[in-house]
């Protein structure tokens, strides 16, 4: 469905998805990064619990939303890839601090 620009992207970096190092390329998005990874989802739906993964790429659905270096609900296709970032997939809504 995907495919890459012939000459986009510069090196690999490492990443942790919910604990698992996963090789990313450099320039990428944190969205686009865990669809190449083959994370589809990136969280589940609070109401139903169903898996909802990135869709517009460009910061208009919200269905892209993950946990980036502990920090929740964040838009994954706005958020570029770094080395050492830790990105977790939700489940269900966002814990708020009382
Ligand atoms: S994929 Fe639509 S807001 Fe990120």
Do not use: H, K, N
């Not at 589809?40 to 139903?48: D, F, I, N, Q, Y």
């Amino acid at each position: 469905m995907f495919e890459r620009l012939p000459e986009a992207g510069g090196g690999t970096i490492t990443i942790a998805v919910d604990g698992i190092a996963v090789t990313a390329r450099a320039g990428d998005t944190v969205a686009a990064a865990l669809l190449a990874a083959g994370f589809l989802s990136s969280r589940t739906s609070p109401v139903s619990g169903a898996p909802r993964g990135p869709y517009c790429m460009m910061g208009v659905c919200f269905d892209c939303l993950a946990t980036i270096d502990g920090i929740g609900s964040r838009q994954s296709c706005l958020v570029l890839v770094r080395e050492g970032m830790r990105i977790e997939t939700q489940r269900g809504g966002r814990v708020v601090a009382p």
